[in-house]
T-cell receptor, first 111, second 117 residues
Framework: QKEVEQNSGPLSVPEGAIASLNCTYS??????FFWYRQYSGKSPELIMS????GDKEDGRFTAQLNKASQYVSLLIRDSQPSDSATYLC???????????FGKGTSLLVTP | GAVVSQHPSWVICKSGTSVKIECRSL??????MFWYRQFPKQSLMLMAT?????????EQGVEKDKFLINHASLTLSTLTVTSAHPEDSSFYIC?????????????FGPGTRLTVT
C-alpha cells in the first residue's frame, strides 16, 4: 500500500524561528509533491508544489525534494503565529490522478 | 489560483432525511473532482473520485448507495447523503483537479459541515 508519512506533532517553534516539516513517501514512481495548509475548521489550501529534486522557494516557504531518499520537506522561515495550522503533504501516485495525503503535522508558533 | 465553491457551507438535518451538497469549479473545467470527509481532529478521508460523465469510483468502505455522487457537467459535482444518521455528521470537502495538461494539484472547496440530529 502506497503511504505518505508525516509526524503528527505538534511541532512547536517560537515566533521568528524556522519551522521544518518532513514527509516521506513509499511510491518511488511519484512525480508530483504538494504541501497544503489547513487551519482548524477550514479546508486545505495549496501553498507549495515541487516536481524535481532540490529546493523551491516561495516567499517564506521553501520546499525540498529528494527522490532518491523519498522525502519532501517544507521550511517556513520567520515563523508567525498565523502559520499555526496543520500541514498536509500530498503525493501524486504514479498510476493515476489521485493525490495521496499524509495525516498532517500540527504546527504551533508561539509568540 | 483556481476557485472551487461548495454549497451549503453548513446544514442541519433530521435523521432519515437526505442532504445534497454541491461542488462547483468557478473558473476552470474540472473533469475530475474528489469528495472527502473529515471528522474532528482526524485526517482527510477520500470518499470517492468523481469523473464527468461517468460513474464515481468509491473508496473501500464507502457505501455508494448511501453517498450518491453525480458529476453531470464539467463544473459541477454533487454529493447526496441519503437517509442521513448522526454518525454521518462530519465536514465534507470537495476538490477539483487542475485542468488536464496543467498539473495534478487539487483545489479544495471551503467545505460543508453536516450535522444530523
Amino acid at each position: 500500500q502506497k503511504e505518505v508519512e508525516q509526524n503528527s506533532g505538534p511541532l512547536s517553534v517560537p515566533e521568528g524561528a524556522i519551522a521544518s516539516l518532513n514527509c516521506t513517501y513509499s511510491d518511488r514512481g511519484s512525480q508530483s509533491f504538494f504541501w497544503y495548509r489547513q487551519y482548524s475548521g477550514k479546508s486545505p489550501e495549496l501553498i507549495m508544489s515541487i516536481y524535481s529534486n532540490g529546493d523551491k522557494e516561495d516567499g517564506r516557504f521553501t520546499a525540498q525534494l529528494n527522490k532518491a531518499s523519498q522525502y519532501v520537506s517544507l521550511l517556513i522561515r520567520d515563523s508567525q503565529p498565523s502559520d499555526s495550522a496543520t500541514y498536509l503533504c500530498a503525493v501524486n501516485e504514479d498510476s493515476g490522478y489521485a493525490l495521496n495525503f499524509g495525516k498532517g503535522t500540527s504546527l504551533l508558533v508561539t509568540p | 489560483g483556481a476557485v472551487v465553491s461548495q454549497h451549503p457551507s453548513w446544514v442541519i438535518c433530521k435523521s432519515g432525511t437526505s442532504v445534497k451538497i454541491e461542488c462547483r469549479s468557478l473558473d476552470f473545467q474540472a473533469t475530475t473532482m474528489f469528495w472527502y470527509r473529515q471528522f474532528p481532529k482526524q485526517s482527510l478521508m477520500l470518499m470517492a473520485t468523481s469523473n464527468e460523465g461517468s460513474k464515481a469510483t468509491y473508496e473501500q468502505g464507502v457505501e455508494k448507495d448511501k453517498f450518491l455522487i453525480n458529476h453531470a457537467s464539467l463544473t459541477l459535482s454533487t454529493l447526496t447523503v441519503t437517509s442521513a444518521h448522526p454518525e454521518d455528521s462530519s465536514f465534507y470537502i470537495c476538490s477539483a483537479r487542475a485542468p488536464p495538461g496543467t498539473g495534478v494539484e487539487q483545489y479544495f472547496g471551503p467545505g460543508t459541515r453536516l450535522t444530523v440530529t
